[in-house]
Structure formats: structure tokens, C-alpha cells
């Protein structure tokens, strides 16, 4: 069955050093991952999306993820956290092959320390 | 291009009453989702249209809440009667093709039952 781990309910770090927030997922079939953000009182973003192609992704505001089949996992890292950062994180898989059934983690809260 | 629009943004009622949000996705998009989110959870699905068919909706609780999708363009979600635990966000999104597309999410009808 699918599943999405989200493996840090809270990860804090100062502002300017480096982020990673961490997501292993399982699935049958060769899923579709997504990163979202959801700022307080605001609707969810998409942040990047891996679909198949290249297995590094660039998104928005200087972020990344790597998908890695063998480890069945879909890292987010930024090189350098901003104060604007602060948000919940969501990491999505969707199976293609499964009425497109979408599963979300149960979130990350990044916090920015000055 | 327009995104999913969700009304009402807030939403206050008393336990037992009975409360309707309304969602109109991004045009064309054939597969529309309602999620509830409950503070500091991620996003449940509780019901997945395509077009105007039912494809997932195992965790709607169907003894109090419905949700149709007329002619496959906007949708309705109904609660009736409310309880305390009902109180979250509603979050309507929708999606072009099913696999690998973008999910677009609406900015989300916050409830509190009381």
C-alpha cells in the first residue's frame, strides 16, 4: 500500500545554515512525489514535484529534493535557511496507477532561528 | 490562469447546525479532491471526483457529510448536523490529468464548531 513518512515532526535551525527536512514513501508502482509549504492561515504551495525525469528537482526559493529509488527516499534541502522559511512541510506522493490516489505526510514544522 | 477558488474563507457554527462549502476548480480540470485538515495534521482525503463521478470517498463520514460534483465543473461539501470535531479546515483541490500533474489547492474554508 502507498505511504508517506515524514520522519521529523519539528526541525529548528539558525538562519543561514543549511535545511533538510526528511520524506521516505512507499508505492507500488513508480509514484510521482511532490513538496508542498503551507505558511500560517494560508493555502498549501507547491514547492517542486518529481515526475519520472530527472531524479534531482529545483524548485522555488532556492529549494531541492533527490529522489533515490534504492533508498525510497525524497529529501528537501535548501543550502541556506531564511527567516521566511518558517512553515509546515508536506511531502505528497501520487500513484499513477492507483485512481491517483494522493497521500500526504503528517507534515514538518520548520522553524528559523535568528 | 485562475486558481481553485473556495467560499466561504470562515466559517462559525453551533453543533448540530449544518454548514455547505463551496469549490470551483481550475478550468478543464478534470479530477477535483476535498481534504479536511485538522490543526497540526496533514490533509485527509475525504472525497476524490473525476469529473462528475465518484472515484475515493472510504473516509467520508457519509452519516453526516455529503459532497457532489454537478455537471464535473464546481463542488459542494455538506455537513449535516456539525459536531466539535468537525472543526478544521476544508481544503478543495484539483488536477488536469491523474499521475504526474500539478495539484492545485484552494486557499481552504476554515470551520470552528462551537
Known amino acids: 500500500a502507498q505511504s508517506v513518512t515524514q520522519l521529523d515532526s519539528h526541525v529548528s535551525v539558525s538562519e543561514g545554515t543549511p535545511v533538510l527536512l526528511r520524506c521516505n514513501y512507499s508505492s507500488s508502482y513508480s509514484p510521482s512525489l511532490f513538496w508542498y509549504v503551507q505558511h500560517p492561515n494560508k493555502g498549501l504551495q507547491l514547492l517542486l514535484k518529481y515526475t519520472s525525469a530527472a531524479t534531482l528537482v529545483k524548485g522555488i526559493n532556492g529549494f531541492e529534493a533527490e529522489f533515490k529509488k534504492s533508498e525510497t527516499s525524497f529529501h528537501l534541502t535548501k543550502p541556506s535557511a531564511h527567516m521566511s522559511d518558517a512553515a509546515e512541510y508536506f511531502c505528497?506522493?501520487?500513484?499513477?496507477?492507483?485512481?491517483?490516489?494522493?497521500?500526504f505526510g503528517k507534515g514538518t514544522r520548520l522553524h528559523i532561528l535568528p | 490562469e485562475a486558481g481553485v477558488a473556495q467560499s466561504p474563507r470562515y466559517k462559525i457554527i453551533e453543533k448540530r447546525q449544518s454548514v455547505a462549502f463551496w469549490c470551483n476548480p481550475i478550468s478543464g480540470h478534470a479530477t477535483l479532491y476535498w481534504y479536511q485538515q485538522i490543526l497540526g495534521q496533514g490533509p485527509k482525503l475525504l472525497i476524490q471526483?473525476?469529473?462528475?463521478?465518484?472515484?475515493?470517498d472510504s473516509q467520508l463520514p457519509k452519516d453526516r457529510f455529503s459532497a457532489e460534483r454537478l455537471k464535473g465543473v464546481d463542488s459542494t461539501l455538506k455537513i449535516q448536523p456539525a459536531k466539535l470535531e468537525d472543526s478544521a479546515v476544508y481544503l478543495c483541490a484539483s488536477r488536469d490529468h491523474p499521475g504526474w500533474d500539478t495539484i492545485y489547492f484552494g486557499e481552504g474554508s476554515w470551520l470552528t464548531v462551537v
Open positions: 505528497v506522493v501520487s500513484d499513477p496507477g492507483r485512481d491517483d490516489k494522493i497521500i
Open positions: 471526483f473525476q469529473n462528475n463521478g465518484v472515484v475515493d
